[in-house]
């Protein structure tokens, strides 16, 4: 069954199923979310895998580019999945995941074996940065049947709230990339890379994960990528709604309201900007514990 056509059926099933308890209901939307990108998964060439607000976009950007000058495509389309594939078979079919409804069709909660066989790319970030970006995305951006069936917290959290909560904030965030650590050894090719690498240099970065997927670029191609996708040029796309087709990946929740971009700040430890210095200490222990191989400390890097 073809991606859109399982997607419909999923609308028809919880239409149908409207009148099942609130908490049955969301079991069965994350199954069937579950099934979807699974089937993606199964078909996929490589993988890329993050918690949201992990700088996926900027790198999605850089990828689409890098991949259109390979293959001399138009440069308003952002990469989803085969639609480069289909345009040129050269080009990989890369599945973007966050590894959340996965688990509910699979049944593996803690272990990663529906990975197995797979290309992935693992892009991690400072979890308190993540956390505070998480909360904006959240508030200004995420839709009310999202923030449910994900478990997030009641509207009108506030933002300290939010960071420290168990279910989405940095206690969550920090199990989450150790729980992927864990995982490698029982994998095939994982690749770890950190965000504040790639701003650091992201031509470099860019090149090892084009390398390292099996779809080369030259030095030439991935510079005018990374070129494409800096800061300001993100934003000034998403203002525009520039790639066709997206909905709403790369689109404002609210063209007046600055902190409803995607592209928001981007900024390495920016989470200092939002709290107290004892706030941040707090933060910081609760980070203590993130897996030393991914090299933060705390305070971020």
């Not at 040029?233 to 902190?259: C, H, I, L, W």
């Amino acid at each position: 069954m073809a991606d859109k056509a399982l997607v419909a059926v999923r609308h028809i099933i919880l239409t149908l199923c409207f009148w099942l308890p609130p908490q049955r209901r969301k079991a069965l939307e994350r199954w069937l979310r579950g099934r979807e990108e699974f089937r993606r998964l199964q078909r996929a060439d490589w993988v890329l895998v993050s918690w949201g607000k992990s700088g996926r976009t900027w790198l999605r950007v850089m990828l689409s580019r890098a991949y259109q000058l390979r293959a001399g495509l138009r440069e308003d389309q952002l990469l989803d999945f085969d639609n480069f594939r289909k345009l040129d078979p050269s080009l990989p079919a890369v599945f973007f995941t966050h590894n959340n409804y996965l688990k509910d069709y699979t049944g593996n909660q803690e272990s990663k074996a529906h990975f197995q066989g797979k290309r992935i790319v693992l892009l991690v970030r400072d979890p308190l940065d993540v956390a505070v970006s998480q909360y904006f995305q959240w508030r200004f951006r995420m839709r009310p049947n999202k923030k449910f069936i994900n478990d997030y917290p009641a509207d009108g959290t506030e933002l300290w709230d939010f960071v420290i909560d168990d279910k989405a904030g940095v206690p969550r965030i920090v199990d989450y990339f150790n729980g992927w650590m864990r995982a490698i050894p029982e994998l095939r090719d994982v690749l770890v890379v950190r965000y504040e690498d790639m701003r650091a240099d992201p031509q470099k970065i860019l090149g090892q994960i084009l390398d390292f997927t099996g779809t080369p670029c030259t030095e030439e191609q991935v510079a005018a990528a990374v070129e494409f996708a800096r800061y300001d040029n993100m934003k000034k796309m998403e203002q525009s709604t520039f790639f066709k087709g997206s909905g709403a990946r790369v689109r404002p929740g609210d063209k007046d309201n600055p902190q409803s971009f995607k592209v928001r700040k981007g900024k390495v430890g920016g989470y200092r900007d939002y709290f107290t210095d004892e706030q941040c200490a707090h933060l910081e222990q609760l980070a203590a514990h993130l897996d030393p191989m991914l090299g933060y400390r705390s305070p971020a890097v």
